[in-house]
């Protein structure tokens, strides 16, 4: 599939984008991005007003992943003029990657907040010690997305809670599996291999939030943040949750 592609395509598959609103039609900037300039993905979030708020937001949300599905094959069946020297070809099909993080426990982490089975957060699950229940938290949630047609998950957290913060606004709370790089990395794998199979096979985790970051200075929403370890410490300790579920 690669070798057909051409240079504009390649890059486009290179990024994943947000839009505004719920509007996804032929006069929208996201039909032109991803039907016209080839753009790999987009990630809905409750932030940018892409879910309402009534109990239609199920078949709503559902609705405008098949829009955007659709448009992006209907771009594929035309001929279209290249930029460079002018050759007429067919846009290569790919489907789009529709991306959403979906963390439990309700606002302001779920992005959907009702129409889905309501799920325990990460340090909840961390908590029962026990790898099963991780799984089929995990299994729920990758049956549901996938219905809704999501195939990429933003998550879960494999940050290590080491140093909690209970003052300030640096501290990831409940949205790790708790401060044991062991378990966190047992109940990870546990997690996503849940994802896995209730969606048979059709969403990709994108794991977060960035190595160090329960140890870290500053939210990742807020600025880059500092980790002050160096990269030994960090194998043993924050780069093994990712290590083990890869």
Known sequence: LMQDLTPEEKVGQLFLITMDGTEVGEDTKIFDLTSNHHIGGVVLLASHGNFVTDGSVVNQTLNINRQLQMARWDASQRVITGPEGGEAFSPSFIPLFIAIP????????????????PLPNEMAIGATWNPELATQVGSILGQELSSLGFN????????????????????LGTRTFGGDPYWVSEMARAFITGVHQGSQ??????????????????LPEEEVSTVRKSLEQLRSFELLPFFTVT
Request: no cysteine; proline share 7%; hydrophobic share 30%.
């Open 102 to 117: 979906q963390e439990g426990d309700g606002y302001p982490y779920d992005q959907i907040l009702s129409g889905l089975t």
């Open 201 to 218: 096979e059709r969403i990709v985790v994108v794991a977060k939030h960035f190595p160090g970051q329960g140890g870290a200075d500053r």
């Open 152 to 171: 990429m998950l933003v998550g879960p957290s494999l940050d290590i809670l080491e140093t909690p913060h209970l003052e300030g606004t640096n501290d």
